[in-house]
């Protein structure tokens, strides 16, 4: 595989590091378990969307489409990035305010 090919698949998988390590604290803290889980939540939703547009958007195509295998490869990439892109998005607020709140109490 070249590099233009596997491109992609360093990136997402910095990115899903990059999230498994904001996600850590929450084995030790236990407010910051609800914000993984509906951060958790959003990416698994983007993930299905992304997916569902890409197959969508290729299989309606009107000059023919690529393999199938490719197909889902892009969607299956492209979901995993934005699915990290919005976990990463979401957990940060909902962290923070959940730390607020703990503190508060």
């Given amino acids: 595989m070249v590099l233009d090919q596997a491109a992609p698949l360093l990136f997402a ?9 904001l996600a850590m604290p929450a084995l030790v803290i236990r407010s910051l378990r609800r ?10 939703a ?3 969307i992304v997916l ?15 393999p199938i295998g490719t197909t889902l490869f892009i969607g299956a990439v492209g979901g995993l990035i934005w699915a990290t892109f919005f976990f990463i998005l979401a957990y940060i607020p909902l962290g923070l305010l959940a730390l607020v709140r703990a503190r508060r109490r």
Avoid: K, N, Y
């Fill in 13 to 21: 998988s910095v990115q899903v590091a990059l999230a498994l390590i």
């Fill in 52 to 66: 569902g547009v890409v197959l969508a958007s290729d299989l309606t195509s009107p000059t023919g489409s690529a």
């Fill in 35 to 44: 914000p993984v889980r509906l951060a958790a939540i959003t990416a698994a």
């Fill in 46 to 48: 983007v993930f299905i």
